[in-house]
């Protein structure tokens, strides 16, 4: 951590302190590595690009044929009157630039789906691509493109009141997915040996029960030791039980045992009642995104690695395999009702047992390394450090291609997603404008001379797609239907193609959130289609 935090300059560390906070030194050196490419500068495209420039990635290239036009200046608050028939990818390229002097941007004045036609293989220069408002006909074979390169692509677009977003991209492999609310690694159930012999060594006995603790020692006894002896009290008195309590019996039996010393206004004694939910009752056991990553065939030690992520992957298997079905240590320890003493000793034992696992996963990784051919610290020890640290929160993510989405939908979510008070219908709706578009080259309801027309043809758009997308009954032998889908498509023709900045602005700030989840890949990602209603403020996010 600190050689990366090297590399920031003091400026930079004092102007982004607040979200070093949050994805740390190396996730902002993962944005600033970033070479982001916007298809198309519309509103919802400026906006999530504006929110990726603040926090500061790298460089930006803006892709977009329009020029600036009177709609623009409804909707889009990086052009202005005087910039009307300018290159719309040059006005907004500038603008943003001058919202962080470290964010290089540039602009192609072209049509994204000529380039997409034409040179689609220039696209392997980005990092990861956001797609505004591209029609089909261009989207499949972008998608498909980057699909196949493993870069991340996120679709978003804004109709009317509807905002949709979609992360594309095979594979995601997160190490550091940051839970809500992380459990401490204690090791109570099956503690290692110095921390068994640290515990073993304390007497939670008062003077006036025959031990050696004056009332101030007895009441900053560190959690850790009051549970872990009282685990083994149970153990023996209990041989026949379950290792760890399970049932409500077990549980009361336990919480005798740890309660048998305390005063009944002791803190340390509180504390342990309330930490055995959660470290003890559950035992030991290895989470189940853990033992998926592990158990994937790209983690077996014949694989040949296809990232860091998976040497470090084939080396903590090799660790668990070894250790017994145990992860290395956190290394950290929770604030506790304790005294100094004590607390510091908890805390060195932690860290050093957390060392030496770390050193151990080390060496496995070099030999993975070597096995690969790969340069010896191709793997920086840092990146296995941090690994070693969120083992238990690793997690791969994968995603359906688009063209997998359109080929064989997946009628089970999609008929759970169109049940009433879901946000599916709309998504059934983008999909009858997508194809519109393409049959008709322009949006239904585009002029109000085409609306009863333009909505006969969407109803039967609408039709096709359900006998598409959903299933027919078997009871009754009838074709599933989406509820009201003449009133959401009535909608999508009412709106004619109009995006709007509040709902704009609503997925800039969700579509940079998940730009940033992969660029650092920190955080879990949205799998795979979100859907925001901006009629009645609700969102779902859907498997497609």
Known sequence: MEDVEKKLSKDKVDKYDRQLRLWGAHGQAALENAHICLLNATATGTEILKNLVLPGIGRFTIIDGAKVSEEDLGNNFFVSQPDIGRSRAEVTSELLREMNEWVQGTHIAQDPNELIANQLSSFSQYTLVIATNLPTSSLLPLSEFLYSNHIPLVVSRAYGFVGYLRNVVPEHCIFETKPDNPL??????????????????????????GGNLDSHLHSHIPYIVILYQSLIEYRKNNPTFNPTPKTEAEKAEFIKIVTRHSTGEDKNFEEATDAARTHIYPGYRLPDDLTDVLNDDKASASSTPTSNYWIIAQAMKQYVDEEGKTVP????????????????????????????????????????????????????????????????????????????????????????????????????????????????????????????????????????????????????????????????????????????????????????????????????????????????????????
């Open 184 to 209: 401490d690694d204690l090791r109570l159930t099956n503690p290692f040996p110095s921390l068994a012999t640290y515990c073993g060594t304390w007497d939670l006995r008062q003077k006036s029960e």
């Open 329 to 544: 240590v956190k290394g950290s320890v929770p604030d506790m009702t304790a005294d100094t003493n004590s607390y510091v000793s908890l805390t060195e034992i932690y860290y050093q047992k957390s060392r030496q696992d770390i050193a151990k996963v080390l060496g496995y990784v070099r030999k993975y390394e070597k096995q690969a051919n790969r340069a010896e610290g191709s793997v920086t020890d840092e990146e296995v450090e941090r690994a070693c640290k969120s083992v238990r929160d690793w997690k791969v993510v994968r995603y359906r291609s688009i063209k997998e989405e359109y080929e064989t939908p997946d009628k089970d979510s999609l008929e759970m997603s169109v049940d009433v008070g879901e946000n599916g219908p709309w998504y059934v709706a983008l999909r009858a404008v997508d194809r519109f578009y393409e049959k008709e080259k322009r949006y239904p309801g585009d002029v109000e001379e085409n609306v009863e027309g333009d909505l006969a043809k969407m109803v039967e758009i609408g039709k096709a797609l359900e006998e598409e997308l959903l299933r027919v009954d078997e009871e009754s032998g009838e074709q599933k239907r989406v509820p009201d889908l003449e009133k959401v498509l009535r909608e999508m023709i009412r709106v004619g193609g109009v995006e709007l900045h509040n709902i704009g602005a609503v997925l800039g700030g969700v579509g940079a959130q998940e730009v940033i989840k992969l660029l650092t890949k920190q955080w879990v990602p949205m799998s795979n289609t979100f859907i925001f209603n901006g009629m009645n403020c609700t969102t779902n996010t859907y498997v497609f």
